[in-house]
């Protein structure tokens, strides 16, 4: 037995409107990945990094933000031991900070269970055991605790938070990072620990439920769907695919998921805000690469870049040799990496006289593909594949003049953003995340970052790489000047103060009063 009584007098007693500073109200962001914190957060704030992809950066872009600009934000997140590295003595800090949970200064919120403490990754099979496990802690111990003004959550793994925030009447906040769900019985959640008897009515179910007792053994809730659902506001990161799944254009996407958020958009209670990229990715400073440089340095630093990583590579080495580079895994579901097969040695033969060359950095189930490609045709010193290094991806950026993003479908998409930065153009397909970040390039206008395909098949690929070599071939002085726009550009519009921006906006409509002292 769960000793939901006393949890229940837990909610009782803690005011949850309760606002000791009536100019701040406290902002609780709940999410399973996070790539750094504030300092002024916590004693190990810097130690918390627990990545598997955009989410983590852009929680930790969105909660610096907050903080730096003076907002009450509080962050809950798995206590995960291993990935951040903590030995005894840490742990012993991590415990005083627990029961030290009513200090004002304490803003990091750990979830506390076995089931974190000895992973080496984010997700894995038992996904559903963390989601539950998390969320649990969250639900019992720190929304009490906090007592939040408004929630922020974070995708599947945060779906059944909303419906406890609507239960007790604070604003919530539920961010959708990916078309991703678990389906679960509230038997099963109560098992865990959850009193779901508590707000089971704001959650969505498999089928319109009768009663508690009729559907909780046989009725599964649907956890993305439940969060959008019971969420006073919903985002995704790109607002181009939150209109292409309310529009039926994927059919991945399950009719209930499109639904509910045809639903939220048609109250006025969705949007979309791009992800950023990690602010390491900078070409005047990035710790990875043999020679930094800028807008203006760019022809020579990225000349000599690309001499080291061809060298590195066992590729032919000329630095007037345009130079294709994939950054992303090698799925055929979503990256289009099979249009690319498709192409690969004909583009290289083509372009056989301007010594075109293509390298990859990544892993995934089509690498095998690629190796076959380059051995059958004897092109090793034109292709190069490689599996995915940190280091190796950033000077893979520093090196390439174009990369390739075919996606077939692109929530937000991150290459698309870190590449001009590099004065490297993409080549993509018209879709989601990548239609709201890639221009189609006009040089002689002076505008646009990339090129954009519209059909998804290979001729479309092939299409774009043609069109990226059209601007290959212009005069060196017209392509400095292009890049050099492109990479003060990007700068500007691909950061994560424009991202948190966003959000902070989107909390102050929802609270209809400001959450920070001196928002941007």
């Known amino acids: 037995m769960h000793d939901f009584d006393a949890r229940r007098r837990s909610w009782a007693d803690a005011d949850l409107h309760d606002d000791d500073n009536p100019d701040r109200p406290r902002i609780l962001v709940v999410t399973p990945e996070i790539t750094y914190l504030p300092g002024g957060m916590g004693n190990l704030a810097q130690r918390m990094c627990a990545k598997a992809g955009g989410l983590a950066d852009v929680s930790a872009s969105l909660v610096k933000a907050l903080y730096d600009q003076g907002a009450d934000v509080h962050v809950a997140l798995p206590n995960y031991r291993r990935m951040f590295d903590l030995d005894a003595k840490n742990v012993f800090e991590l415990e005083y900070e627990k029961v030290s949970r009513s200090l004002p200064e304490q803003r990091i919120h750990l979830a506390e269970d076995r089931v974190f403490y000895h992973r080496s990754s984010v997700y894995a099979s038992e996904n559903h055991l963390l989601a539950l496990a998390f969320q649990r802690e969250v639900i019992n111990h720190t929304i009490p605790q906090v007592r939040p003004q408004l929630i922020h959550c974070n995708d599947w793994m945060t779906g059944l938070i909303p419906a406890v925030a609507k239960r007790h009447g604070i604003p919530c906040l539920f961010t959708v990072h990916n078309i991703h769900t678990e389906k679960l019985t509230l038997a099963h959640i109560e098992d865990r620990g959850i009193d779901a008897a508590d707000f089971w009515q704001h959650l969505y179910f498999s089928r319109p439920p009768g009663s508690y007792e009729e559907t909780r053994g046989s009725n599964p809730t649907d956890l993305l769907t439940s969060g959008i659902f019971a969420a006073d506001h919903v985002n995704s990161v790109s607002p181009t695919f939150l209109h292409e799944v309310i529009d039926g254009h994927h059919e991945f996407v399950p009719g209930h998921i ?263």
Request: charge should be negative.
């Open 258 to 520: 499109r639904h509910e958020l045809w639903a939220k958009a048609s109250a006025g209670c969705a949007s979309g805000i791009l992800n950023a990229p990690d602010a390491v990715f900078d070409p005047e400073t990035d710790p990875y690469l043999p020679t930094h440089f800028n807008s203006e340095t760019h022809p020579e630093g990225k000349r000599a870049n690309k001499v080291a990583f061809q060298a590195r590579l066992g590729l032919d080495i000329n630095p007037d040799a345009p130079l294709f580079y994939w950054p992303s895994r090698l799925d055929p579901v979503q990256k289009g990496c099979q249009l690319l097969t498709d192409i690969l040695y004909q583009l290289v033969a083509d372009y056989s006289a301007e010594q075109l060359q293509i390298a990859v950095v990544a892993n995934g189930a089509f690498q095998p593909h690629l190796h076959n490609i380059v051995k059958m045709h004897g092109i090793k010193n034109r292709v190069a594949v490689a599996d995915f290094k940190e280091e190796l991806s950033h000077q893979a950026y520093a090196a390439a003049d174009f990369i390739f993003m075919p996606s077939l479908f692109e929530p937000c998409g991150l290459p698309q953003m870190v590449s001009p930065k590099y004065g490297t153009l993409t080549v993509a397909h018209d879709t989601g995340g990548l239609h709201d970040t890639v221009d189609q390039l006009d040089a002689e206008a002076g505008t646009g970052n990339g090129f954009l395909f519209g059909t998804f098949d290979p001729g479309g690929l092939r299409w774009a790489c043609d069109q990226a070599m059209n601007f290959y071939r212009l005069p060196a002085k017209s392509r400095a000047a292009n890049l050099a726009r492109i990479m003060t550009e990007s700068q500007e519009r691909f950061n994560h103060t424009a991202t948190a921006t966003a959000y902070i906006k989107l909390y102050e409509k929802m609270l209809q009063r400001p959450v920070t002292r001196n928002v941007g």
